[in-house]
C-alpha cells in the first residue's frame, strides 16, 4: 500500500467523512419520513391510510439507485433545476429508507398492547395525547433494533451515490484505483472501513436500545449507580408477600 | 319490554323525574351476527354501588366498555350525569368522559411512567392541575392504597396486587363520579386478591362514588353491593338488593348460575 500517497489517502478520508454527512442527514430525513408515513398507515381515516400505503410500496418497489439518477437527471429535464448531487442523494436515500422504516414504525405501534389505549381512552386523553405519552415511548424500544439494521443498510447504500460524483469513500476509491492502477489494496482499505463506520453504528445503537428498554422498565436502569443501589430492594419489594392488604385496609 | 317489566325492582328504581347518574335506554350491541346487549334499559342512583353477575358471554363487561366508550352501541342512549354518552359527538364524549373512571383486568399501568406518573399524567394534562397539585393528590391516594413508598418505582418493578392498587388510585386521581371495575382481581394470583378487595370495600363505604362492578367474587359483591344486576344472554334476567339475590333468586336461571359459582 505503500504507492497510495498522502494525497491520496487524503482522498479516501475526506470520503469517509462525506459518507457519514451522507448518512446522518439521511436518516434524519429517513427518521422523519418513516414517523409520518407509518403512523400515517395506523389512522384511522382511510384515505390517509390508502396515499401513506402507496408510498411505502412505490419507494419499497424502486431501485434507490435507478431513483437517485432519475431526480438527478430526468427531473431537471421536466422542471428546469437540478439539485446539488448531495442533496439528491440525501432525498432519494431518505425517502427509501424512510420507506422501510414506515415498516418499523407501524408494526411497533401495532404491538402496543390495546389495553394501553384503553387505558387512555379511560383517564380522558385526547388521541394525539396518548399517541404522545403512551403509545409512542412504548413502541419505540422495539423500534430501536430494526432501524439499527436499517441504518447499517443505509450507511451502505450512500456508495450508490458515486454515480452522482459526490465525493464518497467508494468514489474516492475509484479516484485512488484510477491514479495508482491498483484495486486488490484500495479496495481491502475500503471494506475495512465501511466495517468500521458500521460497527461503530451498532455500538452507539445498543447504548440507544438499552436507555430504550430501560425507559419503559424492562433491563436495567440507566443510572447504573441507583440501579445497584435498588435493584435488589425492588425486587424484594415486589414479593406477593408485600402485596398483603397492608396499609390499605 | 316484557322480561324487564316483570321485575318486581328494576335496576336502580329511578323515579320518573331523572335523578339517576347513569341511563341505557333501548341499548342494543352486536359483536358480528351475536346480539351481546339486546334492547337493554337501566339506571343507576348517584352513590350506588351495583354489580352485575351472570355467565361469561352474557354482556356484562360490554356495559362498562360502553360506559366508558371503548364500544358503541348499535342502538339506543347512554347518559351519564345528564350529558349523553351515545349518541354524541367525539368532544361532548371527551367531555362526558371525566366523569366516568375505570379499572381494568389486566391494570394496564403505563410502563413508560413511574407509578407517581402514572397517577399525576392525567390530571394534569386532562384536568389541567398544576404538576405540584397533582402530585399531592397523588401521594394521598398512594398513601389510601398502601403504596406511599412506591412512587417512583416502575409498574414492572410491582406484584399484580400493587399494580392493581396503583391502578385504583390513578382512577380516583381523576375525580369521578362513576368507577367502573372489570373483572379487577381476575388477573391477579389468590393470595393477592384479599388486598384488593379490602381497599375498594373501603372507597366504596368511605366515598359517595358510585360503583359499577364486574365480578366473579360473590362475597364482594355481596358486601358492597346495593343492587345485584343478573345477566344472561344480553338481558337483565333478575335484579334485586343482594340480600334477595343471592338468598331468594326468583329467576331458576340465577339459582343454576349461583349454584354454579358459590
Not at chain 1, 475495512?192 to 461503530?200: E, R
Not at chain 2, 391516594?141 to 414492572?156: E, F, I
Amino acid at each position: 500500500m505503500s504507492e497510495i500517497s498522502p494525497g491520496l489517502w487524503g482522498i479516501l478520508l475526506h470520503g469517509v467523512w462525506v459518507t457519514v454527512q451522507l448518512t446522518v442527514f439521511s436518516a434524519a430525513l429517513g427518521a422523519a419520513v418513516a414517523f409520518a408515513v407509518g403512523l400515517a398507515r395506523t389512522h384511522r381515516l382511510r384515505i390517509v391510510r390508502i396515499v401513506s400505503g402507496a408510498y411505502f410500496e412505490l419507494f419499497r418497489g424502486t431501485s434507490a439507485l435507478v431513483l437517485m439518477i432519475w431526480v438527478f437527471f430526468v427531473v431537471p429535464l421536466t422542471l428546469g433545476w437540478q439539485l446539488v448531487p448531495m442533496w439528491a442523494a440525501v432525498l432519494t436515500l431518505g425517502c427509501t429508507y424512510g420507506a422501510y422504516g414506515s415498516e418499523v414504525v407501524r408494526g411497533a405501534v401495532a404491538a402496543v398492547p390495546q389495553g394501553q389505549r384503553e387505558a387512555g381512552v379511560a383517564l380522558g386523553f385526547t388521541p394525539a395525547q396518548r399517541l404522545r405519552k403512551i403509545v409512542l415511548p412504548q413502541a419505540w424500544p422495539e423500534m430501536v433494533p430494526p432501524f439499527n439494521n436499517l441504518l447499517i443498510e443505509l450507511l451502505k447504500g450512500t456508495a450508490l451515490v458515486s454515480v452522482l460524483g459526490v465525493g464518497d469513500i467508494t468514489f474516492g476509491a475509484q479516484l485512488v484505483r484510477n491514479a495508482t492502477g491498483r484495486s486488490a489494496p484500495v479496495y481491502s482499505v475500503v471494506l475495512v472501513m465501511y466495517f468500521v463506520l458500521a460497527f461503530l453504528l451498532t455500538r452507539a445503537m445498543r447504548l440507544v436500545e438499552r436507555r430504550a428498554k430501560a425507559g419503559v422498565g424492562r433491563g436495567p436502569s440507566p443510572e447504573p449507580a441507583a440501579a445497584a443501589q435498588s435493584g435488589p430492594d425492588r425486587r424484594r419489594d415486589a414479593a406477593p408477600s408485600a402485596s398483603a392488604p397492608g396499609g390499605a385496609s | 319490554m316484557p322480561a324487564d317489566t316483570a321485575l318486581p325492582n328494576p335496576a336502580g328504581a329511578a323515579p320518573a323525574g331523572g335523578r339517576e347518574l347513569i341511563r341505557l335506554d333501548q341499548v342494543t350491541k352486536r359483536f358480528g351476527g351475536t346480539t351481546v346487549l339486546d334492547r337493554l334499559d337501566f339506571t343507576v342512583d348517584p352513590g350506588k354501588h351495583v354489580t352485575l353477575i351472570g355467565p361469561s358471554g352474557s354482556g356484562k363487561t360490554t356495559i362498562l366498555r360502553l360506559l366508558m366508550t371503548l364500544t358503541k352501541p348499535d342502538e339506543g342512549t347512554i347518559t351519564v350525569d345528564g350529558e349523553q354518552l351515545f349518541p354524541a359527538s367525539e368532544k361532548e364524549r371527551r367531555e362526558a368522559r371525566k366523569k366516568i373512571g375505570m379499572v381494568f383486568q389486566q391494570f394496564n399501568l403505563f410502563p413508560n411512567m413511574t407509578v407517581l406518573r402514572n397517577i399525576t399524567e392525567a390530571p394534569v394534562t386532562v384536568l389541567g392541575l398544576s404538576r405540584d397539585e397533582a402530585e399531592v393528590r397523588a401521594r394521598e391516594l398512594l398513601d389510601l392504597v398502601g403504596l406511599a413508598d412506591k412512587c417512583d418505582a416502575r409498574p414492572t418493578q410491582l406484584s399484580g396486587g400493587q399494580q392493581q392498587r396503583v391502578a385504583i388510585a390513578r382512577a380516583l386521581a381523576m375525580r369521578p363520579r362513576v368507577l367502573l371495575l372489570d373483572e379487577v382481581t381476575s388477573a391477579l394470583d389468590p393470595e393477592l386478591v384479599a388486598g384488593v378487595l379490602d381497599l375498594l370495600r373501603d372507597i366504596a363505604r368511605s366515598t359517595d362514588i358510585t360503583m359499577l362492578c364486574v365480578t366473579h367474587e360473590m362475597n364482594f359483591a355481596r358486601d358492597i353491593s346495593d343492587q345485584v344486576l343478573m345477566f344472561d344472554a344480553g338481558r337483565v334476567i333478575e335484579s334485586g338488593p343482594p340480600e334477595k339475590l343471592f338468598g331468594d333468586p326468583e329467576q331458576e336461571r340465577t339459582r343454576e348460575f349461583l349454584s354454579a359459582v358459590l
